[in-house]
């Protein structure tokens, strides 16, 4: 009889470890959660009134400079927006942590009232006019830090890190989308309506922008479950006081009585250490190769016109190479989801070298813009056909366009591995 229930008991152990294998396999997989797609859309509305006003502002400097505006004060309006952008995501990145809902609302509505107060200013005369033009840009450039604050780390909680670079790819996308068709429509809304046109027309981008942050509060996923505590020490035989680690709180014995932290809050911090060491790096390379460009995109519309280039051409070669640099998204997307394998740190190094010298080879393409060869930005005489200048000056702005287009999913993919899922 003992016999008996012996193979009756491993029989049932088996069934019972067969289910629970089918069961783990119809169900998915708790260390990969799965991504809201759904949610994409709306997170890449959210950003569009954002972008839409950034890039209004190259193509508004021709139009400024004949209004009287001096180029010393162009240039502190193209450098407000990032000089907000230095302090102001650590606020929102702050915020965003104490009360996700308020901070996806207040970014994108903090940008309606700042362009509704340009547009109020606009209509005004005086003094009156010039201190809403104040309030509402800096309003603007405040909300700009806030939205990609916002949008980054919505797309970052919707998409696993191993899909993120795909849903980084098409914010690139939408984000040249809506350059390019800034660059088209502003010359011809300033024809017809002035300045006070083309910022009627960028607030409409900015109210989509608050009504997806709307719905994106309804739609968004729970934030993930905290980390679970660190494993507690083993009791020792020499422990003669019991501290209180000044990390999780945990009781531990030990020798003497001064405060310390356990085994486990010392890993953590040390991970902790590398990741904002690793993050400070990436910044450091986003400076150096991304900054240069991002700050000449500002100016290349009013180098085009200063080249002989009307504004609508100018426009339209702007445009045109905002939507050719999209083809280098989709091998960077494969590169990027290849390199962002928790194993393959080679992979990751060599995808950033060779980033770091197209970048830098990119950002050497800017003497090449100032080239004449008689005509080689304006329309081409009869006769004279197609010079080399005429190729290489093109071929830099393009070459220009694809760095800026490139840089960012990179840098932005590699971020959620190096600090954890």
């Known amino acids: 009889h003992l016999e008996n229930l012996e193979n009756t008991a491993e029989q049932l152990s088996r069934g019972m470890q067969l289910r629970h294998a089918q069961i783990q396999g ?9 991504s809201r797609w759904e949610c994409v859309p709306l997170i890449l509305l959210l950003g569009a009134g954002s972008h839409a006003a950034v890039q209004s502002i190259g193509a508004l400097e021709p139009e400024l400079h004949s209004r009287g505006v001096a180029p010393v004060v162009f240039s502190l309006i193209a450098l407000a927006p990032h ?27 903090l940008l309606v009232g700042g362009q509704a107060t340009i547009l109020l200013g606009l209509l ?78 960028l607030l409409l981008p900015a109210l989509a922008g608050l009504i997806s942050g709307v719905a994106l509060c309804v739609r968004l996923p729970p934030p993930p479950p905290p980390p679970p505590p660190p494993t507690p020490e083993e009791p020792s035989s020499l422990g003669v006081f019991t501290v209180r680690c000044t990390g999780c709180g945990a009781l531990i014995p030990r020798g003497s009585a001064f405060a310390v932290q356990c085994l486990g809050c010392e890993r953590a911090a040390r991970a902790r250490w590398r990741a904002r060491r690793a993050i400070l790096l990436l910044a450091v390379w986003r400076s150096f190769t991304l900054g240069p460009l ?8 009013g180098l085009l016109q200063s080249q002989g280039l009307t504004p609508r051409d100018a426009g339209a070669l702007v445009a045109f190479n905002k939507m050719a640099a999209l083809l280098v998204l989709p091998p960077l997307a494969l590169a990027c989801a290849a390199a962002t394998e928790p194993a393959a740190a080679a992979s990751r190094a060599t995808l950033m070298l060779c980033a770091t010298t197209l970048l830098m080879a990119t950002c050497g393409a800017v003497p090449l813009l100032l080239l004449e060869g008689g005509g080689s930005w304006a329309e081409l005489q009869p006769g004279r056909g197609i010079t080399l200048a005429w190729w290489v000056s093109r071929a830099a702005t393009l070459s220009l366009a694809a760095g800026a287009t490139a840089a960012p999913p990179l840098l932005h993919a590699l971020v959620p591995l190096i600090v954890g899922a």
Not at 26 to 34: F, G, K, T, V, W
Not at 294 to 301: I, V
């Open 83 to 109: 000089a907000f952008s230095l302090l102001m995501p650590t606020v929102w990145g702050d915020a965003f942590t104490r009360c996700e809902p308020a901070a996806i609302l207040l970014a994108p509505g």
């Open 26 to 34: 119809s169900l998915p997989d708790a260390s990969e959660p799965q």
């Open 124 to 201: 005004q005369r005086g003094p009156l006019s010039l201190a809403l033009l104040c309030l509402g840009f800096a309003a603007f450039s405040a909300s700009r830090a806030g939205i990609a604050v916002v949008q980054y780390a919505v797309l970052a909680r919707c998409l696993h890190f191993s899909k993120l670079v795909f849903g980084l790819c098409a914010t690139t996308v939408t984000t040249h989308a809506i350059g390019a068709a800034v660059q088209l429509l502003v010359p011809q809304l300033l024809k017809r309506g002035g300045l006070q046109a083309v910022e009627f027309a």
């Open 294 to 301: 991002h700050s000449f995109a500002s100016l290349t519309n």
